[in-house]
């Protein structure tokens, strides 16, 4: 059957996804209903990007060796 190849994001509607099929066939999807917080990535991002420094991770590491 056909399985999506391209995903690719409206250029004016954020909220839009279109999916290139294998046959061809193009669908467009909102998931906006799916995922409130599609149009704002950015405080998910730096969520991520802070969780590497969070020094409670490097503790436990470094204090059997003390």
Sequence with gaps: G???MVIASHPSEPN???LGMSDG???VI???EVEPK???PLPQENGA???PLNPSLCNPA???AS
Aim: glycine fraction near 4%; charge should be negative.
């Design 25 to 27: 066939a193009v669908h």
């Design 49 to 51: 990007l802070s969780l």
């Design 2 to 4: 056909p399985y999506p």
């Design 30 to 32: 909102e998931p906006s």
């Design 38 to 40: 599609w149009g704002t």
């Design 62 to 64: 470094s204090e059997p």
């Design 16 to 18: 839009q996804i279109a």
